[in-house]
C-alpha cells in the first residue's frame, strides 16, 4: 500500500531504498526517535504488522547535506494494521502529545528534540495531522515533516526528512493524498502487487 517511487517526485540522488518492509513491534519502535514508543506499547495498542518503504541519499551524501544544511535528506511511506479502529486513533494522539512533551530534552542516541509543532491537515482518511519537529545530533540538524492518517484499522503516514527548515506541508499532505488514493485502489481490488519481506534494521529513527 505504501508509495512507489514512481508516485514521488525525489531529487535525483535520493534514490536508495532505506528502509523497505514489513516489520515488527520491535523494529517499529526502534525505528522511531520516541524514547517512549516500546514494542510492547505497540502492542498494547493492537499494531499487528506494518511496512515502510523509503528512499534516501547514501550515508555520505547525507552528512555532506547535513554539514551543508541544504537539501533533502530522505523520504519514507508507511502504513501500520492494527487490531481494531481505536489503535490507529490512540497512537495519533499520543504521538502529538509526546512530541510536544520532548520538546527540548533528550530523544534516543545522543540526540534532542529541539522543536515539534503539530500543523492541521484536512480531508485525509478518517481524521489526519501534521507534524514538524527538528533534531539535533552533535551539531548538526535534521528537519522532519510528517502527515499521519488514520484509515479504518490503518494508520498511514509520509514523513520528509531535510538538512534546512524549508516549508514542505503542501508537498507532504500532497503525498499523504496519493497514499490514501494508493490505500483505496488496493482495498478496491485495482492495485495489485507483491511487497518486499527485508527490512533494513540500519535505518536511522525519523518518526515520532
Known amino acids: ?13 535520493v534514490r536508495l531504498e532505506h528502509p523497505v518492509g514489513f516489520y515488527s513491534n520491535a ?6 526517535i520516541n524514547p517512549r514508543v516500546t514494542s510492547a506499547s505497540l502492542s498494547r495498542d493492537g499494531r499487528l504488522t506494518g511496512y515502510a518503504l523509503g528512499y534516501s541519499l ?3 551524501q547525507s552528512q555532506d547535506a547535513l554539514l551543508r544544511g541544504s537539501g533533502q535528506i530522505n523520504i519514507l511511506t508507511e502504513v501500520d494494521l492494527y487490531r481494531d479502529t481505536t489503535g490507529p486513533a490512540t497512537k495519533m494522539a499520543q504521538g502529538i502529545s509526546d512530541l510536544r512533551a520532548l520538546v527540548g530534552k533528550p530523544i534516543k542516541d545522543g540526540a534532542t528534540l529541539d522543536r515539534g509543532a503539530a500543523f492541521r491537515v484536512r480531508g485525509i482518511g478518517d481524521a489526519a495531522a501534521g507534524l514538524r519537529f527538528e533534531v539535533g545530533y552533535e551539531g ?3 528537519y522532519y515533516t510528517e502527515v499521519g492518517f488514520r484509515y479504518g484499522r490503518l494508520l498511514a503516514s509520509v514523513v520528509d526528512g531535510r538538512a534546512d527548515p524549508t516549508n514542505v506541508d ?7 493524498q496519493a497514499l490514501e488514493e494508493r490505500i483505496n485502489g488496493v482495498l ?6 507483491r511487497g518486499v519481506s527485508r527490512w533494513d534494521s540500519s535505518a536511522p529513527p525519523i518518526r515520532p
Open 188 to 193: 478496491s481490488g485495482k492495485i495489485r502487487g
Open 27 to 32: 523494529q517499529s519502535a526502534a525505528s522511531g
Open 1 to 13: 500500500m505504501v508509495l512507489p517511487k514512481s508516485a514521488l517526485v525525489l531529487p535525483a540522488r
Open 140 to 142: 548538526v540538524h535534521i
Open 58 to 60: 547514501s550515508k555520505s
Open 170 to 176: 503542501a508537498a507532504v499532505i500532497s503525498r499523504a
